[in-house]
């Protein structure tokens, strides 16, 4: 590949001529705006396409914002093969080649630091082709087909054993042609361990899952981070309101340009609805983290979200980091926080989930 030719045309790609582009064509090519109040569609297939040639990476996590301590929320976030996309690639974690190789951080607050792993996926990785077993070495086990599912994860004094049951109530952050992202709003029940005692837990999660194309199905070879899909910022954060609704919450920019910035709330008993919202970083933590392959962050301590229908302010979300921020969110982190702050004019406070990546310069 000719990586100067790139390098050449990537004067071309203004912040101007991007903001056009997504403004332009991504509207035409993403129909996840028209999915609200909609059920999950009956036999979709959540598979991992390892090497299939029209799939490039899938994704599948399983997150919960509230946990009792030490543990304050759990989290896998995986990814099966290599997306292309600088917030998200790690190749200095590579098992495998691009295309074989997965990553995954799991773990709760309590397990932190070492949560962060990558896997050869011919070596280390069962994958079945219907995506009723996903196994990532032997830390991670999903097993099932929608609606129940069973999740095992397992580090060094660490296990968590949770039956999920997903509802139909399903947020699409992407639905296109080359690119499918949703969450699955989840009931979970079973019990996580640690160093000897074992804690009974239940209530909301979410089951997620992607896939989409990337630039490693025309060549299996690591790419150099100034080729990379430029996407430099991504937050994601859970809350769960009460035992029956979640607000779900993200921010994803290209370039500085934002591509998403809204909240979508669902319930037990209510379909999806989505809101425009805007994220704003009040203050950051007093040192910056910084990766194992030596890229440091500025972290967020405190935070905003302002979330909107039509002009009109329905919910403000003041947070604050509390836990250790993990790596592995791919070249990012996950954490937690307390919140205080206002929905449909009545006072809220509890806990939400924070994944944050910024690899803008």
Same mark, same amino acid.
């Given at each position: 590949?000719?990586?100067?030719?790139?390098?050449?045309?990537?004067?071309?790609?203004?912040?101007?001529?991007?903001?056009?582009?997504?403004?332009?064509?991504?509207?035409?090519?993403?129909?996840?705006?028209?999915?609200?109040?909609?059920?999950?569609?009956?036999?979709?297939?959540?598979?991992?396409?390892?090497?299939?040639?029209?799939?490039?990476?899938?994704?599948?996590?399983?997150?919960?914002?509230?946990?009792?301590?030490?543990?304050?929320?759990?989290?896998?976030?995986?990814?099966?093969?290599?997306?292309?996309?600088?917030?998200?690639?790690?190749?200095?974690?590579?098992?495998?080649?691009?295309?074989?190789?997965?990553?995954?951080?799991?773990?709760?607050?309590?397990?932190? *630091?070492?949560? +962060? /792993?990558?896997?050869?996926?011919?070596?280390?990785? !069962?994958?079945?082709?219907?995506?009723?077993?996903? =196994? %990532?070495?032997?830390?991670?086990?999903?097993?099932?087909?929608?609606?129940?599912?069973?999740?095992?994860?397992?580090?060094?004094?660490?296990?968590?054993?949770?039956?999920?049951?997903?509802?139909?109530?399903?947020?699409?952050?992407?639905?296109?042609?080359?690119?499918?992202?949703?969450?699955?709003?989840?009931?979970?029940?079973?019990?996580?361990?640690?160093?000897?005692?074992?804690?009974?837990?239940?209530?909301?999660?979410?089951?997620?899952?992607?896939?989409?194309?990337?630039?490693?199905?025309?060549?299996?070879?690591?790419? *150099?981070?100034? +080729? /990379?899909?430029?996407?430099?910022?991504?937050?994601? !954060?859970?809350?769960?309101?009460?035992?029956?609704? =979640? %607000?779900?919450?993200?921010?994803?920019?290209?370039?500085?340009?934002?591509?998403?910035?809204?909240?979508?709330?669902?319930?037990?008993?209510?379909?999806?609805?989505?809101?425009?919202?805007?994220?704003?970083?009040?203050?950051?933590?007093?040192?910056?983290?910084?990766?194992?392959?030596?890229?440091?962050?500025?972290?967020?301590?405190?935070?905003?979200?302002?979330?909107?229908?039509?002009?009109?302010?329905?919910?403000?979300?003041?947070?604050?980091?509390?836990?250790?921020?993990?790596?592995?969110?791919?070249?990012?982190?996950?954490?937690?926080?307390?919140?205080?702050?206002?929905?449909?004019?009545?006072?809220?406070?509890?806990?939400?989930?924070?994944?944050?990546?910024?690899?803008?310069?």
């Amino acid at each position: 590949m000719n990586f100067s030719l790139i390098k050449n045309t990537e004067k071309l790609v203004t912040k101007p001529a991007i903001t056009s582009l997504i403004h332009s064509i991504f509207p035409l090519l993403d129909s996840s705006a028209s999915q609200d109040g909609k059920e999950f569609p009956k036999g979709y297939a959540l598979k991992p396409y390892h090497q299939a040639k029209h799939i490039g990476w899938t994704h599948y996590g399983v997150m919960i914002p509230e946990l009792p301590a030490p543990h304050q929320f759990f989290s896998i976030m995986s990814v099966i093969g290599t997306p292309g996309a600088l917030a998200f690639d790690t190749d200095h974690v590579f098992k495998d080649s691009p295309r074989n190789n997965a990553t995954a951080v799991m773990g709760t607050a309590a397990t932190y *630091p070492d949560q +962060f /792993k990558g896997y050869s996926i011919p070596k280390e990785c !069962q994958l079945y082709e219907d995506g009723s077993h996903i =196994q %990532l070495g032997q830390n991670i086990t999903i097993t099932g087909n929608y609606p129940d599912y069973h999740v095992n994860a397992r580090t060094t004094d660490f296990e968590l054993n949770i039956k999920i049951t997903n509802t139909d109530k399903v947020t699409w952050f992407i639905k296109s042609p080359i690119y499918d992202h949703f969450s699955l709003l989840s009931q979970y029940e079973g019990v996580v361990s640690y160093r000897g005692e074992s804690q009974k837990i239940n209530g909301l999660c979410t089951f997620e899952y992607a896939s989409c194309i990337s630039p490693y199905m025309i060549r299996d070879k690591a790419i *150099p981070s100034a +080729f /990379k899909i430029p996407l430099d910022f991504f937050t994601y !954060q859970i809350i769960n309101l009460d035992d029956n609704t =979640q %607000l779900l919450l993200n921010d994803t920019r290209l370039k500085d340009v934002k591509i998403v910035s809204k909240a979508f709330i669902r319930g037990l008993d209510q379909y999806n609805q989505s809101f425009e919202a805007e994220f704003e970083v009040l203050s950051y933590q007093d040192k910056a983290a910084i990766s194992p392959d030596g890229v440091e962050m500025n972290l967020p301590e405190t935070f905003r979200w302002v979330i909107k229908d039509q002009q009109k302010i329905i919910a403000i979300i003041n947070g604050c980091v509390d836990t250790p921020m993990i790596y592995g969110l791919g070249s990012g982190y996950v954490g937690a926080y307390h919140y205080k702050g206002e929905y449909q004019d009545t006072l809220i406070e509890g806990r939400g989930y924070i994944e944050y990546i910024d690899r803008q310069k």
